[in-house]
């Protein structure tokens, strides 16, 4: 058992609180509990605020490589529908024990939403998605809505349990590049595509409460805005045309950007804006705006039940908080904060600059006051690709900045949260565009004299792994070290050994085989380790099933210059386990101490 460093202790240590839900008539809410590893159901009376443990022995998970929405209300507000390793239990209050929805159909069943008596629900299948309905008061068996689309997400059940809306689109394509928004007729068996385009991505479709209107987000204009047309599937409108989106990439299912107000009037929704977000409230008859809370952090995971708010909260000195909001007074009536963690913290500044062909890039600048020696800068590459980095607690970041390191987070070209255009920026470019935007920051930063340059290095996470590598192979002169983390390797390999979500993503981001295997060589970093002329650190987790163990093996193998390898067991596509983060965050710290601060050769 490893010596606890207690150093570690205020960026790491303490409770995790998540994927909170008002109940259907306002009484509670539930949430998610983390602590030492396991993760339990919680549901607390508002008025009482005594929270009441419902889940002790109900493992909590979609059984899926990615997770996704775990669990919902039903309707009556007696109890919940709980996904258990990708199995749907019925979980009361009354602790009565938890009962299993038979008759589901094999697959991983996740993701319900409930209304009235029904319960509809996302199953993964080994190689696409579908989507079914339970009836619960007549007990029988699940249906398949039969819709011809590899991924189903989201669906959401009219008030009068009749229709279903989806969210769905097919390979190669990902969610945020095409997708479509489509209801399902239980009657008819109809389907109704109601926002379909080739250059057009949707998501997160709703019912308004009176069941008078669908709401949903496009990116039509350009941007992830916000939309409605009658229920009747006519007179589409788009409700708030602004250069912002206001919705994250759809990764998995459960995000909620906007929500409905209980009377139907009004849709409270998320703008993204230089990283970080407002809330803001658009009268649904005239489309007024009104930005209500602007403080300089993000939101996520909004509803609300009458005159209460409840949404998630985090920012560069706040690790995650669940608020609830008193809408009349706007003050925060309860919060469930996240962690120990108390410090001041380094604030974040978002920064434009100018890339190699004049286009603009972004990013988050963490500039501690007082720096290491030599003003050093490690150079972080977020995941997804299509990912984006945030105003949100990150705590290798504040843990390394609390040590004197200038971190610049890069949203390179093909982020999300500068709309449709700069998000596209990656399609056959991965590998280009993220790799000289990452070189082009630091010749800005090294310019204006805030960063050394030559105490540089670069770390990420799977694609943000990717780029690193890709970075440390172009450009081998640039960096003084890399961390690698679960990055991938070997794009050819890739399509074949990653879950199916992601299993031809590639064809997007680099083209389609075989027409393209000569950019597929090029840009593989398995390839051309050999111009890897820096000592390289590389954390993979032993059951990652998105960018598999055998990435970073074959890629170590290849090194010639110095390598640490750190495998950790028990870890998927990214860290969580306690031992793991208390292992990984020194182990960082002291190789690039050693190798980019005191320049001791590789």
Known sequence: MPKTDFTLVPFLAGDQYKDALFSPDGRYISYIRSASGESDLFVLDISSKVPKQVTAKLPLSTGTAYGGKIYCWLSDSSGLCVSSNGELFIVKLNDEPPLKLEGIPQGKAFAPHCVNDMIVFCLEKEDHMEVGFFNISDKKWAELITYEAEFQYDPFIHPNSKRVLLHAWNTPFMSWDRSRIVEFILD????????????????????????????????????????????????????????????????????????????????????????????????????????????????????????????????????????????????????????????????????????????????????????????????????????????????????????????????????????????????????????????????????????????????????????????????????????????????????????????????????????????????????????????????????????VKSQSDRLVEKLHNHVEYKVYSGEGHGFSKWETLQDMYPRISRFLKKFVLYEIPG
């Not at 589409?236 to 929500?259: A, I, M, Q």
């Not at 658009?282 to 209460?308: A, C, D, H, Y």
């Not at 030599?374 to 843990?399: D, S, W």
């Not at 990055?487 to 993503?505: C, I, N, Q, R, W």
């Open 188 to 547: 008819s068996g109809e389907f109704k595509e109601l926002e379909v385009g080739e250059n057009i991505s949707t998501g997160q479709p709703m019912y308004s409460p009176d069941g008078n209107r669908i709401s949903f987000i496009s990116d039509r204009s350009g941007y992830w805005n916000l939309w409605i047309l009658d229920v009747d599937g006519v007179k589409p409108r788009h409700l708030v045309n602004e250069p912002f989106d206001c919705k994250y990439s759809t990764w998995v299912t459960g995000g909620k950007d906007y929500t409905w107000s209980s009377d139907s009037k009004f849709i409270y929704y998320i703008r993204y804006r230089e990283a970080a977000n407002s809330l803001v409230r658009v009268n649904v008859e005239t489309g007024k705006t009104e930005e209500l809370l602007t403080p300089k952090g993000s939101f996520s995971k909004i509803s609300v039940v009458k005159n209460r708010l409840l949404l998630h909260f985090t920012s560069y000195n706040t690790p995650q908080t669940i608020q609830i909001i008193d809408l009349n007074s706007l003050e925060v009536e309860y919060e469930l904060r996240s962690g120990i963690y108390r410090g001041e913290g380094v604030i974040p500044k978002h920064i434009s600059y100018s890339t190699f062909d004049e286009e603009r890039a972004y990013g988050l600048l963490y500039k501690p006051d007082k720096t290491l020696p030599g003003n050093p800068c490690i150079f972080v590459i977020h995941g997804g690709p299509t990912g984006m980095r945030r105003n949100e607690f990150e705590p290798l970041v504040q843990y390394l900045a609390s040590l004197g390191w200038t971190l610049a987070l890069v949203n390179h070209r093909g982020s999300v949260g500068y709309g449709r255009e700069y998000r596209q920026k990656l399609t056959h470019s991965w590998g280009i565009y993220d790799v000289k935007d990452t070189i082009w920051l630091k010749k800005q930063l090294v310019d204006e004299g805030i960063i050394s340059s030559d105490k540089c290095a670069i770390m990420g996470g799977s694609a943000g792994g990717y780029t690193t590598l890709k970075t440390l192979v172009d450009y081998p002169t640039e960096m003084k070290a890399g961390v690698n983390l679960y990055g991938v390797t070997d794009l050819f390999a890739l399509g074949e050994e990653t879950h199916f979500l992601e299993a031809k993503y590639d064809q997007m981001l680099v083209g389609d085989l075989p027409e393209h295997a000569k950019e597929y060589y090029e840009r593989s970093p398995i390839f051309h380790a050999e111009k890897i002329d820096v000592p390289l650190l590389v954390l993979q987790g032993e059951d990652d099933p998105v960018v």
